[in-house]
């Protein structure tokens, strides 16, 4: 409810969404949004000229970060579980081990996603987690098995590492990873995951002459730059 002429009541809307298309929200009530121009809406709404008034968006590039327009409304994509799900607390981790994954993050701000590593004594493990930052900041946060703190990244940069060792007089051990959202946003997010047991290389100072560290693999590469490919290619990492 909200207060007018000092009576409670229960208002027509909030918000623009809460009204059809043509309206738009004025004192939580549905009012008649006539426009000859986006300078006649509210907010970030949009004239719609062949209809004469405003409207949510009239295409996808009038709607903001992973939103789409659909109906002359912007909503939120679609998000399709990846494979690990459902994934959300260490008991429903799945173990994996030394591999590459393409994931997705639905619903972030309301979603964690879990995974378990299993460690023998002396072994290191190398996770990396890469992300689109400008659609989400995604952290990490590696735990032993009765929840307590081993390892954590939580960077802006879209890539999130983290390497933890288990000692060489610990007993083999399952350890569990978090891969959590910084901030609310709505929506699908894919992020790629790398994981390695004993990696070959962190980084590339691990690696012989010639060779560069990728996911965790010493490998010679194709190309360096761009010059190094034939005329019509791009080198890409």
């Given at each position: 409810q909200?207060?007018?002429?000092n009576i409670c009541v229960v208002?027509?809307?909030?918000?623009?969404?809460?009204?059809?298309?043509?309206?738009?929200?004025?004192?939580?009530a549905c009012v008649d949004a006539p426009c000859d121009d986006d300078y006649d809406c509210p907010g970030n709404y949009v004239c719609d000229l062949d209809r004469g008034f405003c409207v949510d968006c009239l295409g996808d590039d009038d709607c903001t970060g992973t939103l789409y327009c659909e109906d002359n409304r912007c909503v939120l994509p679609s998000c399709e579980p990846d494979g690990f799900e459902p994934n959300e607390?260490?008991?429903?981790?799945p173990l994996v081990d030394s591999g590459r994954w393409e994931l997705t993050m639905c619903n972030p701000g309301g979603e964690l996603d879990w995974y378990a590593v299993d460690l023998n004594p002396g072994d290191r493990v190398a996770i990396e987690v890469l992300y689109d930052q400008a659609s989400l900041d995604l952290d990490m946060r590696l735990e032993d098995n009765a929840g307590g703190y081993l390892a954590s990244s939580g960077g802006m940069s879209g890539r999130e590492f983290i390497q933890y060792t288990l000692p060489a007089d610990s007993p083999a051990q399952r350890v569990f990873l978090k891969?959590?959202?910084?901030?609310?946003?709505?929506?699908?997010?894919?992020?790629?995951?790398?994981v390695a047991i004993n990696p070959d290389c962190v980084r590339e100072s691990d690696c012989s002459d010639g060779e560069v560290c990728f996911s965790f693999v010493c490998i010679v590469p194709g190309c360096r730059t761009h010059s190094d490919c034939i005329v019509g290619e791009l080198c890409q990492d």
């Open positions: 909200v207060c007018q002429h208002p027509e809307c909030r918000r623009h969404s809460d009204c059809a298309i043509g309206e738009v929200c004025v004192t939580y607390t260490p008991d429903t981790a891969v959590y959202p910084y901030a609310d946003r709505q929506g699908a997010v894919p992020y790629t995951m790398t």
